[in-house]
């Protein structure tokens, strides 16, 4: 089964930047539409950014388009989320997240994700 290690959150100052990273285990991560999604305190989990299987095609909620870039190293096993311009509004636990292929349910529902990591906390100050 694979599985999903978050990392790269932190604190920082608004219009700072951070790189998360998320590593996954196994060798089917090439097999994987991966997501990055966002989870503020008392919020619902929020969509913020996905990759297809091979790095081709990017997709991204509005409020982040611009400021992150989402990318995947098949040969490393891993998903990035390049985060620049931060905002106060950004903070929160950030998730990476797996859809197997065929999945029909949208790439933004976080329903249709199969695996999960357990999240770094991102913190942007005023």
């Known amino acids: 089964q694979v599985q999903l290690v978050e990392s790269g959150g932190g604190l920082v100052q608004a219009g700072g930047s951070l790189r998360l990273s998320c590593a996954a285990s196994g060798r089917t991560f090439s097999t994987y539409f991966m997501g990055w999604f966002r989870q503020a305190p008392g919020k619902e989990r929020e969509f913020v950014a996905a990759i297809s299987w091979g790095g081709g095609s990017t997709y991204y909620v509005d409020s982040v388009k611009g400021r992150f870039t989402i990318s995947r190293d098949n040969a490393k096993n891993t998903v990035y989320l390049q985060m620049n311009s931060l905002k106060p509004e950004d903070t929160a636990v950030y998730y990476c997240?797996?859809?197997?292929?065929?999945?029909?349910?949208?790439?933004?529902?976080?329903?249709?994700?199969?695996?999960w990591g357990q999240g770094t906390q991102v913190t942007v100050a005023s």
């Open positions: 997240a797996g859809r197997k292929k065929y999945t029909m349910s949208n790439y933004y529902l976080a329903d249709g994700y199969a695996i």
